[in-house]
C-alpha cells in the first residue's frame, strides 16, 4: 500500500510540476507572439510612412493618396495599442498618433506638401522599442 501510495504522489507531483512548466512556456509564448505581432506591425507602419513620403511627392496628381497613407497608419497603430501594454511601446504609439493627427490637420487645411518628418520620426522610435 505504501509503494502505491507513493506512485500516485509521484505522479500526480508530475502532473503538477508538467502544468507549472506548461503555464510558463504558455506565458513565454504569449510574450513572444506579442512581441512579434508589434515588430510586424511596426514594419507594416513602416511601409506606411514609405507610401506617404511617396504620397507627399505626388500629391498634386492623386491628393487621395496622402489621406490612405494615414488611414493605414492608423489602423496599424489601432492594432499596436490593442497588443501591448508595454508603456514605451504605448508612447511611441500615442507619439505617432499624433504625428498622423497633425500632418491630417495639415492636409486638411490645404498643406499638399505637409512635413511627415515627425511622422517618420515617431515611426523609428515605434521601430526601435518593438524590436526585442
Known amino acids: ?6 506512485r500516485r504522489t509521484a505522479a ?3 502532473t503538477l ?3 507549472a512548466l506548461t503555464a510558463g512556456l504558455t506565458t513565454g509564448c504569449d510574450a513572444v507572439d506579442k512581441a ?3 515588430v510586424q506591425t511596426a514594419d507594416a507602419i513602416a511601409d506606411s510612412v514609405t507610401e506617404l513620403q511617396q504620397a507627399v511627392e505626388n500629391a ?19 492594432k499596436i495599442g490593442d497588443q501591448t501594454d508595454n508603456a514605451d511601446v504605448d508612447k511611441a504609439v500615442d507619439d ?5 493627427g497633425n500632418v491630417r490637420t495639415a492636409v486638411e487645411n490645404g498643406d499638399e506638401t505637409p ?5 517618420t520620426d515617431a515611426a523609428g522610435e515605434l521601430t ?5
Open 1 to 6: 500500500m505504501a509503494a502505491s501510495r507513493r
Open 12 to 14: 500526480v507531483a508530475a
Open 17 to 19: 510540476a508538467a502544468a
Open 36 to 38: 512579434l505581432d508589434c
Open 60 to 78: 498634386s496628381n492623386d491628393p487621395t493618396q496622402l489621406q490612405e497613407s494615414l488611414n493605414s497608419i492608423e489602423k496599424n497603430l489601432d
Open 96 to 100: 505617432l498618433g499624433k504625428a498622423v
Open 115 to 119: 512635413d511627415i518628418g515627425p511622422v
Open 128 to 132: 526601435k522599442v518593438c524590436t526585442p
